[in-house]
């Protein structure tokens, strides 16, 4: 019952992931196609309100509800997340699916994205047994 409030919270995030036409196979094609700004806007806002969020956390030194200060660690460039980028976008582009999303489209019916889910489980898996061999 204490975790109610994270299944509301995550029950709403899928609603609107679903209305917003996000989790549309259609419309992730049309991005990766360049026909369509659709997916192109969320990401888009999406990225605007976090650099907000974070502008906004470390302007006033925000804290977590339990009181404890947040610190957002500063990154070096690395070219393994380019690497991991582009293998995210090609899997993202075959698959019509990001992690975020698979759950709603799941919900949503689609199940053959359980596919998908399956895969993403057993690639997270993989880089756990080999994280020590790559380069970091």
Not at 17 to 38: A, D
Not at 97 to 125: D, H, K, R
């Amino acid at each position: 019952m204490r975790n109610i409030k994270y299944l509301i919270t995550g029950l709403l995030f899928g609603i609107v992931l679903v209305k917003s036409e996000v989790i549309s196979w259609f419309r992730i094609q049309e991005m990766f196609r360049l026909q369509s700004f659709h997916m192109y806007g969320i990401i888009g806002s999406a990225i605007v309100v976090g650099m907000i969020s974070v502008w906004l956390i470390k302007r006033f030194q925000a804290k977590t509800i339990s009181g404890e200060t947040i610190i957002i660690p500063t990154k070096k460039f690395h070219w393994g997340n380019v690497y991991g980028g582009l293998i995210f976008g090609l899997g993202w582009a075959i698959t019509g699916a990001c992690p975020g999303p698979l759950f709603a489209q799941i919900g949503s019916g689609f199940g053959v994205i359980i596919i998908t889910l399956i895969s993403a489980i057993a690639g997270t898996w993989i880089y756990g047994l080999l994280r020590d061999k790559l380069p970091h």
